[in-house]
């Protein structure tokens, strides 16, 4: 009985430090990537050459939409105060027309009414939206190429291509142009790009983020997803 009682206390004593050891790994590994990701950057925009200013061929329209005003002290600061950040051709900002990667679509759809509610929550939290970027037609491809808009130039690996389908996101954040960026990913529009740029994707669980506003091509499937 004694036997069995440690067998067991064992096995639970193994099993939580097994747990401990992952989720320590998991964190360092994390502090590792980050950590060189943010050197990669910091070279490239030391560098500042040419290159670097024409955005590597990124953004299909530039602008800037201003966050909402930070209340004086004591209110605590905005979460994302002095970020900046870009979306695909696939999110409606108010008064412009969204063109879906696809020059067609755009010349036949007016000006959007409204803005997509998560740029909206991301307005309201602090940051500044400064473009729309490069995705395939239509959101259908994993290649990132445009024949239209052009295909936005792998930062890193500049002879390979960057995915997509939001190919311009991931470049845009890869390039340092912008904090962050969003795109939209069914099967990997998000995290393609991210992974062939490398960067971090994420695609969070369908339905926890609004997508409202936003032009997809599954709606059973795709999420609003963010690289950084």
């Avoid at 999110?91 to 409204?114: E, L």
């Avoid at 994420?202 to 997803?225: A, C, D, K, Q, Y």
């Amino acid at each position: 009985m004694e036997a069995s009682k440690c067998l067991r206390l064992g096995r639970i004593h193994v099993s939580s430090r097994a747990k401990v050891w992952i989720i320590v790994g998991i964190g360092v590994a994390g502090a590792i990537i980050l950590a060189d990701s943010t050197r990669r950057r910091r070279r490239r925009g030391n560098a500042a050459g040419s290159e670097r200013r024409e955005d590597f061929g990124a953004f299909v329209e530039r602008f800037e939409l201003l966050p909402a005003p930070q209340l004086p002290p004591p209110a605590p600061r905005h979460p994302l105060s002095e970020l900046t950040f870009a979306v695909s051709d696939s999110f409606d900002i108010k008064d412009y027309v969204t063109g879906f990667g696809n020059p067609d679509w755009k010349r036949t759809h007016a000006p959007a009414s409204r803005t997509a509610v998560v740029v909206s929550l991301l307005l309201k939290h602090g940051g500044t939206c400064v473009g729309r970027t490069v995705m395939d037609e239509l959101a259908f491809g994993i290649t990132g190429e445009n024949i239209h808009m052009g295909t936005p130039t792998n930062p890193d690996f500049p002879q390979l291509m960057p995915g997509g389908s939001a190919s311009g996101s991931g470049v845009a954040v890869a390039a340092g142009l912008v904090d962050f960026a969003l795109g939209t990913d069914t099967v990997g529009c998000v995290r393609i790009p991210a992974a062939l740029c490398g960067i971090f994707g994420f695609r969070p669980s369908h339905g926890i983020l609004s997508t409202i506003g936003v032009l997809m091509n599954s709606r059973s499937l795709e999420t609003v997803g963010k690289r950084y």
